[in-house]
């Protein structure tokens, strides 16, 4: 089992980048696939991007390019940053993470068993 904790959200204006770091205390994290969400009320979870215990990273496709997923094995860690931040990009960022997920659910937050609290993101145009 692992414990989850997002950091580094807040209020950016358009255009600015944050870095939000999720710690994970319990399990080395090596041993587990993770992933970032978020969620604006009223709308379904969604998946950003996710990498795996091999570093293999995946994105959803109309983020790639503004979001980058990386992890730091050592420090229990993971990351997501985000660059060219839009007003549209608003919302509660969540930290996932799965001993074993399969590729088609990397994506899904069905795929994911332990989950953070959050940390909001305000992107003000």
């Known amino acids: 089992q692992v414990q989850l904790v997002e950091s580094g959200g807040g209020s950016v204006q358009s255009g600015g980048s944050l870095r939000l770091s999720c710690a994970s205390s319990?399990?080395?994290?090596?041993?587990?696939?993770v992933a970032w969400f978020r969620q604006i009320p009223g709308k379904e979870r969604e998946g950003i991007a996710a990498?795996?215990?091999?570093?293999?990273?995946e994105y959803e496709t109309s983020l790639a390019g503004r979001f980058i997923i990386s992890r730091d094995n050592a420090k229990n860690m993971f990351f997501l940053q985000m660059n060219n931040l839009k007003s549209e990009d608003t919302a509660m960022y969540f930290c996932?993470?799965?001993?074993?997920?399969?590729?088609?659910?990397?994506?899904?937050?069905?795929?994911?068993?332990?989950w953070g609290q959050g940390t909001q993101v305000t992107v003000s145009s």
């Open positions: 996932a993470a799965v001993g074993y997920v399969p590729r088609w659910s990397r994506l899904k937050k069905s795929g994911y068993i332990y």
């Open positions: 319990g399990d080395p994290l090596s041993r587990y696939a």
């Open positions: 990498i795996d215990t091999d570093k293999v990273t």
